[in-house]
T-cell receptor
């Protein structure tokens, strides 16, 4: 079974721009969670989507948003990029929501200049 | 508050020795814990998990121990190999039945040949 895939793998943007990242979960998985990973803050939860509904949201500004499609694929969007948004953005999927093992993709490395 | 902390940022062991990586969690409502391994340039890879109704769980060369009394989690790796060199994260599900995982800061495991 194919793992979680994320596109693009690398991205360079400038301040003020917006970016959309994509995540395709493992086949059959319905929950998709997004995390931001930085050297200073570690892995931080952004949000989770299950059956096209956002179930939980982390402590990030409204510039960070996401959505999930009927095929469980998910996208996250960051508007008005700031230098501090440079990070590795990780997507994880699980079959269900709640107490479930999450499997991570390789991440999208975003650099904001 | 939400905090999953690791006792040691870096652990250096000789090849063939056993490794023990520790983790302290603060949310007594957490009932699911996962250990992940992250190699450079990759997303976190699932190693082993444990639910709060268990004290110990064994996998291939790995064992996770859970002590709910002192809110402590440990990962034991038997006969450590160079391929085990990576950053190890513990994660807890916190309170609430959602797909939000709270991660510790990570421990770097260095295996000396």
């Amino acid at each position: 079974k194919a793992g979680v895939t994320q596109t693009p793998r690398y991205l360079i943007k400038t301040r003020g721009q917006q970016v959309t990242l994509s995540c395709s979960p493992i086949s059959g998985h319905r929950s998709v969670s997004w995390y931001q990973q930085t050297p200073g803050q570690g892995l931080q939860f952004l949000f989770e989507y299950f059956s096209e509904t956002q179930r939980n949201k982390g402590n990030f500004p409204g510039r960070f948003s996401g959505r999930q499609f009927s095929n469980s694929r998910s996208e996250m969007n960051v508007s008005t990029l700031e230098l501090g948004d440079s990070a590795l953005y990780l997507c994880a999927s699980s079959y269900w929501t709640g107490v479930e093992t999450q499997y991570f993709g390789p991440g999208t490395r975003l650099l904001v200049l | 508050g939400e905090n999953v902390g690791l006792h040691l940022p870096t652990l250096s062991v000789q090849e063939g020795d056993n490794s023990i990586i520790n983790c302290a969690y603060s949310n007594s409502a957490s009932d699911y814990f996962i250990w992940y391994k992250q190699e450079s340039g990759k997303g976190p890879q699932f190693i082993i998990d444990i639910r709060s109704n268990m004290d110990k769980r064994q996998g291939q060369r790995v064992t996770v121990l859970l002590n709910k009394t002192v809110k402590h989690l440990s990962l034991q790796i038997a006969a450590t190999q160079p391929g085990d060199s990576a950053v190890y994260f513990c994660a807890e599900n916190g309170s609430g039945n959602t797909g939000k995982l709270i991660f510790g800061q990570g421990t770097t495991l260095q295996v000396k040949p």
